[in-house]
Nanobody, 117 residues
Framework: QVQPVESGGGLVQPGGSLRLSCTAS????????MAWYRQAPGEERELVAS???????NYADFVRGRFTLSRGDVRNSMSLQMNSLKPEDTAVYYC???????????WGEGTLVTVSS
């Protein structure tokens, strides 16, 4: 199993919180770069947040201050804590991982986040 697996999506009311997780612990590769993207209906996929091994997380302006990305203790894992969710955060969230040295990259299948009252 090389493809990363996401979990944690669901339905939440505006102002609520969700925590997404991504793991590719079974991969033979170590992914130095991990990121979350999202794609809303009818929109292009966009970068939400990213992190490199040993580095700090970077955030898109539209989530900065509300979302927190962190790498997990388990190899090739990360989580995205999403607070103060807005209806415009509704999208399928995808995990993306990359091994820069090997030039290999993988996408997860996505997890749906719906923010609605």
């Amino acid at each position: 199993q090389v493809q990363p697996v996401e979990s944690g999506g669901g339905l939440v009311q505006p102002g609520g919180s969700l925590r997404l997780s991504c793991t590719a612990s079974d991969s033979i590769f170590t992914f130095s770069y991990m990121a979350w993207y999202r794609q809303a209906p009818g929109e292009e996929r966009e970068l939400v947040a990213s992190i490199r091994s040993g580095g700090s997380a970077n955030y898109a302006d539209f989530v900065r201050g509300r979302f927190t990305l962190s790498r997990g203790d388990v190899r090739n894992s990360m989580s995205l804590q999403m607070n103060s969710l807005k209806p415009e955060d509704t999208a399928v969230y995808y995990c993306y991982v990359k091994n820069d040295l090997r030039g290999v990259e993988f996408w997860g299948e996505g997890t749906l986040v719906t923010v609605s009252s």
